[in-house]
Each structure stands twice: as C-alpha cells, then as structure tokens.
C-alpha cells in the first residue's frame, strides 16, 4: 500500500512537471508585463489596474486559445461556413449538424496545427514582416538608418530589418515578443488602413492611430497564414497553367504573341531579341516555374520566378491592392459632389473653397485608405428607420424624443433630428456627449448587421440618388440592397470590403492568365475559351483533365 502511495505521488508530481513544462513553452510566459497588457488590450479583454504580472498572465491564459490558438471557436454559423466553403469543403448537409459539428471541420481545415500556433509569437520577427510590402519594409530601413545595399531585393530587405530587430528595439527601451507602436513608426496612418484593407480587415472606425495598429498587430498571424496559403495554391496554379505549355505550342507562336506573353508574365525582353532567342526565353521561364531545372525557384502569382513564397505572397496581395484600388476609383466616378465632399469631411481632409467634382474626385483617390475620424453628419447615413428612432429617443434631448414618437416623420426629418441632437450633445461635452457616442457605437454595429434589410424600395432609390447612381429599369428589391451596400463599403471604409477581397482577386488572376494560355492554343480560340470556362466550373481536377485534351 505504500508502495502504491509513493509511486501514485511521484505520477502526480511527474504530472505537474510536465503541466509547468508545457506551461513554459507558451510564448507569453516570457513576455514583459507591458507585453501582456498590450495583448489583451488589443483583443479587447478587460483587465484590472493595477493588476501584477501574475494576474495579466492568468488572464492571458484564459484567452489564449480563442484569439491564437483557434480564433474560429468564436465564430458566428455564417463566418464557420464561408471559411469551409473558401476551402473547398461542402457545407450543405452540415447546416443542421450545429456551430460545434463548424468549428471541428473547420479545424480540420485550419491554415495550422495547434502546436505550431502556440509557438508562432516565440518569434515574432521571423513572419511579421513577410506581411509588409517591399516600400513599407524601405521605409523601415530608412527611417531606422540601416543600409541596404542596391538593388534593393525584397529578401535583402528583410534580412536587414530582421537582423536590426532587437537592436532598433532595446535602443527605444522597448519589448520585442509583442512588439509596440515603435515597430509602426515609419507607417502612417493610411498605411496601416491600406493594411488592413488589403489583407480583408475591417479598420475600426471612426478611428486613432493606436487602434490601427492594435489591428495590424492582432491580424498579422492571420494575415501571414492566408498569405502563404494563397501564396502556395497560387504557384501551384500558375504551374498547373504552364504544363499547357508545350514545346510545340510555343514553337507556335508568332513574335507578336511571344512578345505578349512575356509582357503579361514578367519576363524581361532586351531589346532586339530575335524569334529563336524569345522561344528560349519561355521555355527557360517555363523550367523555371515548373522547377525543371537548377535554379528554379518558388513563383509569384504572375508566374515570374521569385526567391520565396513570401515574395510570392507579398506580388499577390499587391495585385488585390490595385484591383480594390481600380474598383473603388471606377465608383468614385460616379459620386455626386455631396458625397464626394461627406467621404472627406468623415476623414477630416479639408476641402478647397470652389474645388471642382474632378478636383474632388482626385482627393478622394488620394484619401482611399484614410480611416474616418469621428462621428460626422453622414454617421446617420445607413441607419435603419427603428436605429433612428432609438438613438432619439435615447438621447435625452426632448425634441429629438418628440420626432422620434411622430408617427408619420420622414426618414429624412430623422436624420436632421439625430444630427441636431448629436451637436447639442458634442457641445454640451461631459457625460452627454460620452452617452451619445457610446450609444452611436453601439448603433453602428446592430446597422452593419442588417444594413438596408427593412428599407423600403423608395428609400433604396433615394440612397442610391444620393451617390448619382441610375437604377436600371426593373431592378430587384435585392438587386437595390446589393447597389447600396456597395457604395455604402466604399464610402465607409474606402477601397476595399472589410472581408477578403485577397482571396478573390488572385483566383481571378491564376485564372485570367489560364484564358490567355488557353486562347493561344491550335485548336481555335472559340472551343479553348469554352473549356477553359468549363475548367473553371469543374474546379482543379476537371482543369487537368482539359489541359491534358488540349
């Protein structure tokens, strides 16, 4: 019986040995307390002040898993779906299995294994970067002193900033493991907001220069595991495309043709080049890409041979950067001068005495990733009639409250009656005005929830009106919801959607260039674009399938 005590004691103390070993490989047991308060800051998570460092620690702890480890577990039904479906898994049957049956498929599918999660904030510096464009990663190394030797390469850059890391750090008397503010010194504010609209974030708005980076700091994991994932699929797309080319299809090719595809893949054509010369050039581009010959390397979404996938990643999300950028500047084009001026004011550029509407226009564009500031007189533009309502009577301004029981008040002597109210409030200060925002705070969430769902078709049309866009004759009741809910992201967060826009506009590349491949090939342009559209729908295995008929 003794015997079984002593040995039942040391499992249990074995036990704990292993628990507190386990306990020290998490990346935070060795942050500073500045480091712990930082994250939970930054994850919105409450903590008591003063509070020592065993407390912050414990808090973190609780939280851990949820925000690092497996940020799915909170998750909506909707958010658990579109992520499985992103990933190629059929929801369908899984509707009535329940948000628990969700999160198990979707950690099946997660961008990483949980032990590798847990570890990835050891060291910060070897992925946070991979997410900053090349200029961004310049602009570091410029603002800090470090030279780079020319040509500025994008893995030079990032040895050079990775090596200087916590150098720069100690120097400013700061944390490396959760690095601070001094890690976005050199970003200004549109920067860190283009950040964020690029990598499918949506920006905290109205906003400060701290909130931004909170958000670039808590997303950057993230970010980094979508970048590779799309980075990889993409190089395996691309490649998949370049088998199409054969020996014999580029032997094919005419000059002109030859000149095209290297334009439209990034290959370098000096001056001159000869027919035979060009034929060379594809096909080495080719062993390149497909890693037949020495130096082959990883490959860009564009095709070009790059020195990592990070690289690859990084072409990838600058190309989504300008296809977000085009499309916001084509609904720019049609705003009205209103609007033109409302998306400013919310930013709080100012605006020119006479400035003319192109002259508007171009400051928008240059504005496109400004956050807004602050609460304006377009607060009130996406509110629902009942969010109208409630924010009045709610306010504590008697003559808000009294629109606010009018039976038949129009939607538009609402909005004037919040906006009178929200002024008395902002120039009363103290606990009415910190009551208002945080009601309007509060209102704004529960509009993005359900935006224009309860609008009437009328009030559709008006809002529409309100942007100079035509509705075409015989629109859809949702066709019109659709219409405004665009313009309506556009001129609340400015180039992009707050979800992924990324993840789109690179499948649209992989496959715009299988097109191009596909209509060059000798079998008439026709019949190559019809099954290349019927590879698109037939998903990887029916695009094989194709390239090999073809």
């Known amino acids: 019986m003794r015997i079984a005590k002593t040995l039942l004691s040391l499992a249990l103390v074995a036990n704990a040995a292993i628990a507190s070993s386990w306990l020290s490989n998490e990346a935070y047991n060795k942050w500073h307390e500045t480091e712990l308060e930082r994250w939970l800051s930054d994850n919105d998570i409450p903590y008591p002040t003063p509070a020592d460092?065993?407390?912050?620690?414990?808090?973190?702890?609780?939280?851990?898993?949820?925000?690092?480890?497996?940020?799915?577990?909170?998750?909506?039904?909707?958010?658990?779906?579109?992520?499985?479906?992103?990933?190629?898994?059929?929801?369908?049957?899984s509707a009535g299995q329940g948000r628990d049956y969700l999160i198990n498929q979707v950690k099946s599918v997660w961008y990483?294994?949980?032990?590798?999660?847990?570890?990835?904030?050891?060291?910060?510096?070897?992925?946070?970067?991979?997410?900053?464009?090349?200029?961004?990663?310049?602009?570091?190394?410029?603002?800090?002193?470090?030279?780079?030797?020319?040509?500025?390469?994008?893995?030079?850059?990032?040895?050079?900033?990775?090596?200087?890391?916590?150098?720069?750090?100690?120097?400013?008397?700061?944390?490396?493991?959760?690095?601070?503010?001094?890690?976005?010194?050199?970003?200004?504010?549109?920067?860190?907001?283009?950040?964020?609209?690029?990598?499918g974030f949506p920006a905290p708005q109205p906003t400060t220069r701290d909130k931004l980076i909170a958000s670039v700091r808590r997303n950057s994991r993230l970010a980094y595991l979508r970048m590779q994932e799309q980075a990889a699929a993409t190089q395996k797309s691309t490649q998949d495309t370049y088998r199409a080319l054969t020996d014999k299809l580029i032997d094919s090719w005419s000059e002109s043709q030859l000149k095209e595809f290297c334009d439209k893949n990034g290959i370098p054509v000096p001056q001159g080049t000869k027919l035979n010369h060009l034929r060379a050039l594809v096909r080495k581009h080719r062993a390149e890409i497909l890693g037949d010959n020495v130096t082959a390397s990883a490959t860009s979404a564009f095709g070009a041979a790059t020195s990592s996938?990070?690289?690859?990643?990084?072409?990838?999300?600058?190309?989504?950067?300008?296809?977000?950028?085009?499309?916001?500047?084509?609904?720019?084009?049609?705003?009205?001068?209103?609007?033109?001026?409302?998306?400013?004011?919310?930013?709080?550029?100012?605006?020119?005495?006479?400035?003319?509407?192109?002259?508007?226009?171009?400051?928008?564009r240059k504005n496109a990733h400004k956050a807004a500031t602050g609460w304006t007189a377009w607060t009130w533009d996406d509110f629902s009639y009942q969010n109208l309502r409630d924010y009045l009577a709610s306010s504590g301004n008697a003559a808000?409250?009294?629109?606010?029981?009018?039976?038949?008040?129009?939607?538009?002597?609402?909005?004037?009656?919040?906006?009178?109210?929200?002024?008395?409030?902002?120039?009363?200060?103290?606990?009415?005005?910190?009551?208002?925002?945080?009601y309007l705070s509060r209102a704004t969430d529960a509009a993005k929830a359900n935006v224009f769902e309860t609008w009437s078709e009328s009030e559709l049309k008006a809002y529409l009106d309100s942007y100079g866009i035509p509705v075409p004759q015989g629109s859809k009741l949702n066709d019109l919801r659709a219409m405004a809910r665009k313009q309506y992201t556009y001129f609340k967060y400015g180039t992009t959607t707050p979800t992924g826009t990324m993840i789109a506009k690179l499948r649209e590349t992989v496959w715009n260039g299988w097109d191009w491949v596909a209509s060059q090939l000798r079998i008439g342009g026709n019949v190559a674009k019809q099954k290349a559209d019927q590879a698109r729908e037939m998903g990887e295995d029916a695009k094989r399938k194709v390239q090999k008929e073809l």
Do not use: M
């Open 112 to 199: 990483e294994p949980e032990d590798k999660a847990r570890g990835a904030w050891t060291n910060v510096k070897d992925w946070i970067l991979d997410t900053w464009t090349d200029s961004q990663l310049k602009a570091f190394c410029d603002h800090h002193g470090i030279p780079v030797p020319q040509p500025r390469k994008r893995d030079t850059l990032l040895e050079k900033v990775r090596s200087n890391y916590e150098t720069i750090a100690q120097k400013a008397g700061e944390t490396i493991s959760y690095p601070g503010n001094w890690l976005y010194e050199s970003w200004s504010e549109s920067d860190l907001k283009e950040w964020l609209d690029t990598h």
């Open 400 to 438: 808000a409250k009294k629109v606010s029981e009018s039976t038949g008040a129009t939607r538009d002597e609402l909005v004037e009656a919040a906006q009178a109210a929200y002024e008395s409030a902002s120039s009363a200060g103290g606990g009415s005005y910190a009551s208002a925002t945080s």
């Open 53 to 93: 460092r065993k407390e912050l620690e414990k808090l973190v702890q609780k939280n851990w898993d949820t925000h690092v480890v497996s940020p799915y577990q909170n998750w909506d039904t909707d958010k658990l779906s579109s992520y499985l479906k992103q990933k190629g898994v059929e929801t369908k049957d």
């Open 309 to 364: 996938v990070g690289s690859a990643a990084t072409k990838a999300t600058d190309a989504a950067s300008r296809a977000a950028q085009e499309a916001f500047d084509q609904a720019v084009n049609t705003w009205s001068e209103s609007r033109l001026k409302g998306f400013l004011d919310a930013r709080g550029v100012p605006v020119p005495q006479g400035s003319k509407t192109e002259e508007l226009r171009a400051l928008v």
